[in-house]
Protein backbone atom coordinates (compact mmCIF):
# COMPACT_ATOMS: atom_id res chain seq x y z
CA UNK A 1 0.00 0.00 0.00
CA UNK A 2 0.95 3.58 -0.65
CA UNK A 3 1.51 5.85 2.08
CA UNK A 4 1.60 9.54 1.59
CA UNK A 5 3.60 11.74 3.88
CA UNK A 6 5.35 14.58 5.65
CA UNK A 7 9.28 14.49 4.31
CA UNK A 8 11.63 14.12 7.08
CA UNK A 9 15.73 15.47 7.08
CA UNK A 10 16.56 11.86 6.41
CA UNK A 11 14.59 11.77 3.29
CA UNK A 12 16.18 14.50 1.40
CA UNK A 13 19.79 12.18 0.56
CA UNK A 14 17.19 10.17 -1.18
CA UNK A 15 15.25 13.09 -2.84
CA UNK A 16 18.39 14.78 -4.15
CA UNK A 17 19.98 11.55 -5.93
CA UNK A 18 16.41 10.88 -7.33
CA UNK A 19 16.71 14.27 -8.80
CA UNK A 20 19.59 14.02 -10.41
CA UNK A 21 18.34 11.00 -12.39
CA UNK A 22 15.41 12.54 -13.64
CA UNK A 23 16.24 16.26 -13.89
CA UNK A 24 18.88 17.89 -16.61
CA UNK A 25 19.44 21.54 -15.76
CA UNK A 26 16.72 21.85 -13.02
CA UNK A 27 18.14 19.47 -10.59
CA UNK A 28 17.94 21.45 -6.81
CA UNK A 29 20.37 21.48 -4.09
CA UNK A 30 20.55 19.30 -1.02
CA UNK A 31 20.17 22.89 0.45
CA UNK A 32 16.98 23.72 -1.40
CA UNK A 33 15.59 20.35 -0.27
CA UNK A 34 16.53 21.27 3.37
CA UNK A 35 14.71 25.11 2.74
CA UNK A 36 11.62 23.41 1.85
CA UNK A 37 11.85 21.67 4.93
CA UNK A 38 11.79 24.28 7.16
CA UNK A 39 10.21 27.36 5.50
CA UNK A 40 6.06 27.20 6.49
CA UNK A 41 5.85 28.08 2.78
CA UNK A 42 6.82 25.55 1.36
CA UNK A 43 4.90 21.15 1.59
CA UNK A 44 7.37 18.48 0.55
CA UNK A 45 5.72 14.96 0.85
CA UNK A 46 6.97 11.39 0.44
CA UNK A 47 5.47 8.70 -1.21
CA UNK A 48 6.83 5.26 -0.42
CA UNK A 49 5.57 1.63 0.07
CA UNK A 50 6.44 -0.81 2.81
CA UNK A 51 9.33 1.37 4.04
CA UNK A 52 10.85 2.17 0.21
CA UNK A 53 10.61 5.46 -0.83
CA UNK A 54 8.88 5.71 -4.23
CA UNK A 55 8.58 9.63 -5.18
CA UNK A 56 8.27 12.82 -3.86
CA UNK A 57 6.51 16.61 -4.60
CA UNK A 58 7.92 19.81 -3.14
CA UNK A 59 5.27 22.69 -3.47
CA UNK A 60 5.22 26.61 -2.64
CA UNK A 61 2.55 28.71 -1.40
CA UNK A 62 2.55 32.59 -1.17
CA UNK A 63 -1.30 33.97 -0.06
CA UNK A 64 -4.23 32.28 -1.81
CA UNK A 65 -1.44 31.32 -4.98
CA UNK A 66 -0.11 27.81 -4.74
CA UNK A 67 3.38 26.12 -7.05
CA UNK A 68 3.84 22.86 -7.91
CA UNK A 69 7.83 23.00 -7.58
CA UNK A 70 9.00 19.54 -8.05
CA UNK A 71 7.17 16.10 -8.59
CA UNK A 72 9.56 12.94 -9.18
CA UNK A 73 8.94 9.56 -9.27
CA UNK A 74 11.48 7.01 -8.67
CA UNK A 75 11.64 4.66 -12.44
CA UNK A 76 10.32 1.34 -11.27
CA UNK A 77 7.76 2.85 -9.39
CA UNK A 78 6.62 5.21 -12.53
CA UNK A 79 2.96 4.34 -14.45
CA UNK A 80 1.07 3.23 -11.00
CA UNK A 81 -0.57 6.12 -10.30
CA UNK A 82 1.49 7.43 -7.26
CA UNK A 83 2.20 10.77 -8.95
CA UNK A 84 -1.22 11.61 -9.04
CA UNK A 85 -1.62 10.40 -5.29
CA UNK A 86 1.21 13.12 -4.83
CA UNK A 87 -0.24 15.45 -6.53
CA UNK A 88 -3.67 15.43 -5.14
CA UNK A 89 -2.56 15.25 -1.62
CA UNK A 90 -0.33 18.66 -2.28
CA UNK A 91 -3.78 20.26 -3.78
CA UNK A 92 -5.80 18.87 -0.66
CA UNK A 93 -3.12 20.36 1.78
CA UNK A 94 -2.74 23.54 -0.91
CA UNK A 95 -7.03 24.14 -0.02
CA UNK A 96 -6.80 23.65 3.18
CA UNK A 97 -4.36 26.46 3.74
CA UNK A 98 -6.40 29.12 1.51
CA UNK A 99 -4.57 28.63 -1.96
CA UNK A 100 -7.15 29.78 -4.32
CA UNK A 101 -5.17 28.87 -7.91
CA UNK A 102 -2.33 26.70 -8.42
CA UNK A 103 0.49 27.33 -10.93
CA UNK A 104 3.34 25.27 -12.34
CA UNK A 105 6.41 25.40 -15.38
CA UNK A 106 6.80 22.25 -17.40
CA UNK A 107 8.96 21.51 -20.21
CA UNK A 108 6.72 21.09 -23.57
CA UNK A 109 8.66 18.03 -23.97
CA UNK A 110 7.62 16.53 -21.22
CA UNK A 111 4.06 14.78 -22.89
CA UNK A 112 4.06 12.10 -19.51
CA UNK A 113 3.83 14.98 -16.88
CA UNK A 114 1.22 16.92 -19.24
CA UNK A 115 -0.81 14.40 -19.35
CA UNK A 116 -0.96 13.95 -15.52
CA UNK A 117 -1.50 17.56 -15.22
CA UNK A 118 -4.06 17.51 -17.67
CA UNK A 119 -5.39 14.64 -15.78
CA UNK A 120 -5.73 16.43 -12.44
CA UNK A 121 -7.03 19.40 -14.05
CA UNK A 122 -4.45 21.81 -14.93
CA UNK A 123 -5.08 23.91 -17.94
CA UNK A 124 -2.74 25.59 -20.31
CA UNK A 125 -2.09 29.32 -19.46
CA UNK A 126 0.84 30.52 -21.55
CA UNK A 127 4.14 29.49 -22.49
CA UNK A 128 7.79 31.00 -21.21
CA UNK A 129 10.53 30.71 -24.08
CA UNK A 130 13.50 29.57 -23.09
CA UNK A 131 12.96 28.76 -19.31
CA UNK A 132 14.81 26.04 -19.47
CA UNK A 133 17.40 26.77 -21.29
CA UNK A 134 17.04 26.08 -25.11
CA UNK A 135 13.43 24.76 -24.15
CA UNK A 136 10.05 26.65 -23.24
CA UNK A 137 8.03 25.85 -20.74
CA UNK A 138 4.24 25.24 -20.62
CA UNK A 139 2.66 27.18 -17.83
CA UNK A 140 -0.10 25.36 -16.23
CA UNK A 141 -2.68 26.53 -13.96
CA UNK A 142 -5.98 25.41 -12.11
CA UNK A 143 -8.32 27.11 -9.66
CA UNK A 144 -9.03 25.48 -6.28
CA UNK A 145 -11.95 27.43 -5.72
CA UNK A 146 -15.47 27.40 -7.95
CA UNK A 147 -14.62 31.27 -7.47
CA UNK A 148 -11.49 30.92 -9.38
CA UNK A 149 -11.90 28.90 -12.18
C1 LIG B 1 5.75 12.65 -14.70
C2 LIG B 1 5.77 11.69 -13.52
C3 LIG B 1 5.86 12.48 -12.20
C4 LIG B 1 4.47 10.86 -13.55
O1 LIG B 1 4.40 10.07 -12.37
P1 LIG B 1 3.66 8.64 -12.39
O2 LIG B 1 3.54 8.20 -10.97
O3 LIG B 1 4.37 7.74 -13.31
O4 LIG B 1 2.24 9.03 -12.99
P2 LIG B 1 0.85 8.31 -12.74
O5 LIG B 1 1.04 6.83 -12.72
O6 LIG B 1 0.19 8.94 -11.55
O7 LIG B 1 0.09 8.70 -14.09
C5 LIG B 1 -1.08 9.45 -14.11
C6 LIG B 1 -1.38 9.82 -15.55
O8 LIG B 1 -0.33 10.62 -16.10
C7 LIG B 1 -0.14 10.28 -17.48
N1 LIG B 1 1.17 9.64 -17.66
C8 LIG B 1 2.05 9.30 -16.68
N2 LIG B 1 3.17 8.76 -17.24
C9 LIG B 1 2.97 8.76 -18.58
C10 LIG B 1 3.75 8.34 -19.68
N3 LIG B 1 4.98 7.80 -19.51
N4 LIG B 1 3.26 8.53 -20.93
C11 LIG B 1 2.04 9.08 -21.12
N5 LIG B 1 1.23 9.48 -20.10
C12 LIG B 1 1.69 9.33 -18.86
C13 LIG B 1 -1.24 9.32 -17.83
O9 LIG B 1 -2.36 10.09 -18.21
C14 LIG B 1 -1.50 8.65 -16.50
O10 LIG B 1 -2.76 8.09 -16.39
P3 LIG B 1 -3.01 6.57 -16.88
O11 LIG B 1 -1.92 5.74 -16.28
O12 LIG B 1 -4.36 6.27 -16.36
O13 LIG B 1 -2.91 6.62 -18.38
C15 LIG B 1 6.96 10.68 -13.62
O14 LIG B 1 6.95 10.12 -14.91
C16 LIG B 1 8.32 11.30 -13.36
O15 LIG B 1 8.80 11.34 -12.23
N6 LIG B 1 8.97 11.82 -14.44
C17 LIG B 1 10.30 12.41 -14.34
C18 LIG B 1 10.30 13.71 -13.56
C19 LIG B 1 9.31 14.72 -14.12
O16 LIG B 1 9.18 14.87 -15.33
N7 LIG B 1 8.61 15.42 -13.20
C20 LIG B 1 7.60 16.41 -13.58
C21 LIG B 1 8.16 17.71 -13.98
S1 LIG B 1 8.86 18.60 -12.61
Not at 11 to 40: G, H, I, M
Not at 42 to 57: D, P, R, T
Not at 92 to 106: A, I, R, T
Not at 128 to 139: I, Q, S, T
Amino acid sequence: MILIREAHKRDVKWVYSLNKKLFQEDVWSRESYEYALTSRHYLFLIAEEEKKLCGFVVGRMVGIEGEVLKLGIAPEFQRRGIGGMLLKRLLEKFEDSGVKEVFLEVRLSNIPAIKLYQKLGFEEVGIRPFYYGKEDALVMKKGLSVFSQ
